[in-house]
């Protein structure tokens, strides 16, 4: 792989203890990925796909072995240092959104910004051309229960890239979206990665994984292998839609 990497896992164990018994959830996981990669983790449940991205996501720690993010070893920082840095430069896609339900859509997006202590002003200009980018203006005050699906998931998707992270990580994000709508989250991760974007997709969908440029396989929490993928053409040439949205970022 090409340029210096963003990612390296250098032997990283994940063990839990569930009363006298030990749980591997990670086993001398090695991954290097550079900046602007796209891969799609994959698996039988169970085989450490999302214990693998809570340790690229800051949410956890190893157990042994190294994780280092654009040069740093990010497992030695303190949780307010990695908090800091999982802010800045991390952000996180799930399959069930996780919107704050009391606050509208503008509301949701800002809340990165809020937390890391942006200034009111540039928040909401930031926040004005998020919902404008990804076609959601006419749905700035409403609530997550007020939108559907896809719109839901388009606010989950401006809210992790509002701090221009760089790096995007995705638990199946299309598993609670129809074909038609899931089609169209897709193409918004993947046009944020044609833009530099490190992303890193776990999915069941063999669809979905075929798209990554790279395929890591997981079996009882060791990689079973990692491997360069055929990418095919546009996504509206693989599933006959028709070419991206008029909101996907540019």
């Known amino acids: 792989m090409p340029g ?15 009363g006298d018994s030990e ?28 214990t693998l991205l809570n340790i690229l ?8 072995g190294a994780y280092r993010l654009e040069g740093r070893d990010v497992t030695t920082l303190s949780p307010e240092e990695q908090a800091r840095v999982r802010s800045h430069r991390i952000g996180f896609v799930f399959q069930s959104f996780h919107l704050v339900p009391r606050l509208s859509a503008a509301e949701n997006i800002a809340l990165p910004m809020m937390l890391a202590g942006v200034a009111p002003k540039q928040r ?62 897709v193409r918004l991760l993947e046009a944020l990665n044609a833009g530099g974007v490190t992303l890193v997709v776990v999915t069941h969908d063999p669809a979905l994984g075929a798209r990554a440029r790279r395929r890591l396989l ?30 996907a970022p540019r």
């Open 57 to 64: 996501g800051l949410l956890d720690r190893p157990n042994s």
């Open 218 to 247: 997981m079996e009882d929490g060791a990689v079973a292998s990692d491997m360069a993928t055929a990418v095919p053409g546009p996504l509206s040439q693989a599933t006959g839609a028709g070419g991206p949205p008029p909101d």
């Open 23 to 50: 749980v591997h959830a990670l086993r001398a996981v090695d991954l290097r990925l550079a900046a602007g990669d796209y891969l799609a983790v994959m698996g039988p449940s169970g085989s450490g796909k999302s």
């Open 124 to 185: 909401a200009e930031r926040v004005a051309r998020a919902l404008k980018d990804y076609g959601l203006a006419d749905r700035a005050g409403h609530r997550p229960d007020q939108l559907s699906g896809g719109q839901r998931q388009r606010v989950a998707i401006a809210r992790a890239t509002i701090m221009q992270p760089a790096l995007i990580l995705a638990d199946e994000p299309t598993g609670n979206l129809d074909r038609a709508t899931g089609e169209e989250v």
């Open 4 to 18: 210096a990497a963003q990612i390296e896992l250098v032997a990283v164990e994940r063990v839990f203890h569930l």
